[in-house]
């Protein structure tokens, strides 16, 4: 379990460029050079965190402060395991459970379950793994990118509202909802949903996110709709 580290400091790198190799695609070169030059890349791999994505929980969490001793989390979307890394440093004799409908490699500590969240069965499975309740549901979840960012929106909103739908299942009164969007945020109706079952609702970029990418992420607090949803059950 890597230790807690400290956000990649602001000191000068030498620019690495890569050459295009034969049978390499230009996009391919472009990425293989932004990993290279990517400062929280290089601090990923000094803390031991399996990527850069850490940073951008380690960040929330500071801000909001929704992980702790003994915390109960849902980790959807989880390959390659760098939230889970940072779940289990920061929810001491806690629970975890990481999702993905990929193949991940085991974190000790953690449980890991290969699971479509759209399947019929995805209540089910999870139910045996999580019990009744869970403190936070963290969704990292992503579809490929098309090129085409109205498609690419409607993919991440679907995987938000797929994670909403399970947080429903499972969040404890008064539990917390972290869930990544686009830029613009949630869409209107979803929006209205969460303002509607969470106290507190805000949108966030962290510094961790590539300064080019539209990925934001929304942070749901103070969940209060459990009580009313047994109600409706009854």
Not at 38 to 44: G, L, Q
Not at 53 to 66: G, P, S, T
Request: net charge positive; charged share 30%.
């Amino acid at each position: 379990m890597p230790p807690q580290s400290k956000k990649p400091r602001g000191s000068r790198q030498l620019h690495q460029r890569v050459k295009s190799a034969k049978g390499r695609k230009l996009s391919s070169t472009r990425w293989l050079e932004r990993q290279l030059n990517d400062p929280y890349v290089a601090a990923a791999q000094a803390a031991g965190y399996r990527s850069r994505a850490a940073f951008k929980l380690e960040e929330m969490d500071d801000r909001f402060r929704f992980l702790g001793r003994g915390k109960r989390v849902l980790d959807l979307g989880a390959a390659p395991g760098a939230w889970t890394q940072v779940n289990l440093a920061r929810c001491p004799n806690g629970t975890i459970v990481a999702v993905d409908i990929n193949d991940m490699d085991p974190i000790p500590g953690a449980v890991v379950l290969k699971l479509d969240v759209f399947a019929e069965d995805a209540v089910e499975r999870l139910r045996t793994e999580i019990g009744d309740t869970v403190d936070v549901v963290e969704s990292d979840m992503a579809a490929p990118s098309t090129g085409h960012p109205q498609t690419d929106h409607l993919r991440i909103m679907g995987l938000c509202e797929a994670a909403l739908d399970l947080a429903s299942h499972f969040l404890a009164q008064g539990g917390v909802f972290v869930a990544k969007v686009l830029q613009g945020g949630a869409e209107r109706d979803l929006l209205a949903q969460l303002k509607r079952d969470f106290e507190v609702v805000k949108h966030v970029k962290p510094k961790a996110s590539r300064s080019g990418s539209a990925e934001m992420y929304v942070v749901a607090m103070g969940y209060r709709a459990r009580m009313r949803l047994e109600e409706e059950k009854d």
